[in-house]
């Protein structure tokens, strides 16, 4: 997964997310998740072990990431991408997009 979707995905639904340290999920997450490193077995072990035994930390991590999961919205995915490849377009004479 290059870009997180399914942290975003599992934010969304209200679960409490632990992901890798690494790649784009530190950005993608921000701060509504417990980060370790990815072959750190001790470490997911521990991170599973807060969540399950922590109650207000579970929820915590619940909440904000359903609220950082809000701020990713595919229709502005939409508008971005589109606004990029016209801008791309205008660089290039005789070029017309059917955007």
């Known amino acids: 997964e290059g870009f ?3 942290v975003l995905e599992a ?4 679960c409490p997310v ?3 340290n690494v790649t784009s999920l530190p950005e993608v ?3 509504a998740a417990l ?8 470490a997911i072990a521990e991170a599973i072990r807060r969540i399950v035994e922590d109650d207000n ?3 915590s991590l619940a909440q904000k990431g359903v609220q950082r999961a809000a701020l990713f919205d595919w ?3 939409v508008v971005e991408t589109v606004l990029v490849y016209r801008e ?8 017309k997009l059917a955007l």
């Open 4 to 6: 997180g979707l399914p």
């Open 11 to 14: 934010m969304a639904c209200g």
């Open 35 to 42: 980060f370790v490193e990815p072959k750190d077995e001790e």
């Open 88 to 95: 791309i377009a205008s660089w290039l004479p005789n070029i």
């Open 75 to 77: 229709r502005k995915t």
């Open 18 to 20: 632990i992901c890798s």
């Open 29 to 31: 997450a921000g701060k």
């Open 57 to 59: 930390l579970r929820q």
